[in-house]
């Protein structure tokens, strides 16, 4: 997932946010859920907003998801620019571009 650091705060790119679907992967559906659950803001559409206090949250989660074999890297690795800096919260879960 392709991600911003600005001000602390991580944005990840709309673009590939988990959907949800009615009806849907029961583990795609949880992962939705969880995200949003963690995330300061999350409208439809918009970039998602994650404060750093979240970060060892979502780190857990990230790598939780990913050892479970349903999600691939594309889904559960944050891809920071090469100009950007990685958080020490984040590097476990984290790649450049």
Do not use: H
Request: aromatic share 14%; net charge neutral.
């Amino acid at each position: 997932m392709r991600v911003n650091l600005k001000d602390n705060i991580l944005y990840i790119n709309q673009e590939d946010l988990p959907n949800y679907k009615k009806g849907g992967s029961i583990v795609r559906n949880s992962y939705f859920w969880a995200l949003k659950s963690i995330s300061c803001y999350s409208r439809k559409g918009r970039d998602w907003e994650f404060d750093a206090v979240v970060w060892i949250a979502l780190c857990r989660m990230l790598l939780s998801f990913a050892q479970s074999g349903y999600l691939g890297d594309s889904e559960t690795l944050l891809e920071f620019n090469t100009d950007t800096p990685i958080p020490e919260a984040l590097r476990s879960v984290s790649t450049w571009l």
